[in-house]
């Protein structure tokens, strides 16, 4: 039977706030001014995938704010991964980072994220909401992609893929939110007064309640730039820091614009983003300078931890 043809559906019985289908986003498209999109923690989402059987790249949900109600149409199994939102199956409390069997008819309920800020539900089959631009990621910005291409609403019925085949119950190791989060210094980086350079990796930053999937915006210290000229527009991307005039920065996240003016303080390292993706409005984190050479490192040692992951679970 080929995907999406069971008719099976995941019921959307309450939807909480601001909960999107995200895969792994658009690869290639920032060239035509297209968002990358996709989840904010790859990770987390690429662990609950291969949890369930899933390809990386499956579409499961994002869920940033409960109370959330979800019902299922089949069997299934599925996986909870990121925060802990204190999730219960029929009143029965499963832990996140396991993989659980779901019968038809059951009640998944997840409360509130405990600590840190978003979690990933993944189907085995993956949610069979249609590919737009090659990925099925909702970008809020542009009003496409994932299911109608906006945030859930009670009652949206999303398709699912075929179920896989039964397997025997794991789970993988949750990390710990860390509130250090390594960046290379950006291409303005020298522009700015020594005080400012210093204040950026000394001090402590907390996320403020305006960020959202384009940029998490921080408060702390004000930045000041030395250089008058003004910048033209260049190429951005998730990760990096911006300044904007009032001195407060910006780090852009998976739904950023493509282009941007404000100088180029920092960029946080991929291996770390997700760290950010967790920071909860009010916590304080700072910034660890690190080059390149270590953010390489840091990046193969998280794509080691998923493939050790991977030969585990073939092995169970």
């Not at 109608?148 to 190791?173: T, W």
């Not at 300044?243 to 941007?260: C, E």
Request: aromatic letters at 6%; proline letters at 4%; hydrophobic letters at 45%.
């Amino acid at each position: 039977m080929a995907k999406g043809e069971t008719g099976a559906v995941l019921e959307v019985v309450r939807a909480g706030i601001q909960t999107t289908v995200q895969d792994l986003g658009r690869i290639g498209l920032r060239h035509l001014g297209v968002a990358k999109a996709g989840a904010l923690d790859r990770y987390s989402l690429i662990l609950a995938n291969r949890l369930v059987g899933n390809a990386d790249d499956s579409a499961g949900l994002e869920i940033v704010v409960g109370p959330m109600v979800l019902s299922f149409t089949r069997d299934a199994q599925i996986a909870i991964c990121g925060a802990d939102f204190d999730a219960s199956l029929d009143g029965v409390s499963v832990a996140p980072g396991w993989r659980i069997r779901v019968r038809a008819g059951q009640v998944l309920r997840l409360r509130g994220a405990m600590k840190e800020s978003r979690a990933y539900l993944a189907v085995d089959g993956g949610l069979d909401v249609p590919l737009v631009l090659g990925s099925r990621a909702t970008d809020l910005q542009a009003h496409m992609g994932g299911w109608q291409g906006r945030a859930l609403q009670n009652g949206d019925r999303l398709p699912l893929g075929e179920a896989g085949l039964s397997r025997k119950a794991i789970g993988v190791l949750q990390r710990t939110w860390i509130p250090e989060i390594r960046a290379i210094p950006g291409p303005e980086y020298e522009e700015f007064s020594c005080a400012s350079r210093k204040a950026f990796w000394q001090h402590a930053w907390k996320s403020s309640v305006q960020s959202n999937r384009m940029g998490l915006r921080l408060q702390g210290s004000v930045l000041q730039r030395e250089a008058q000229y003004d910048l033209l527009s260049h190429a951005v991307f998730p990760g990096m820091v911006q300044v904007p005039p009032n001195g407060q920065p910006i780090v852009l996240m998976a739904d950023a614009q493509t282009t941007g003016g404000y100088p180029r303080l920092a960029s946080v390292i991929g291996a770390d983003l997700w760290k950010l993706a967790q920071t909860p409005p009010g916590q304080h984190f700072c910034f660890v300078q690190c080059d390149h050479a270590q953010a390489l490192e840091a990046q193969e040692r998280w794509s080691s931890e998923l493939a050790l992951l991977a030969w585990g679970m073939q092995r169970t």
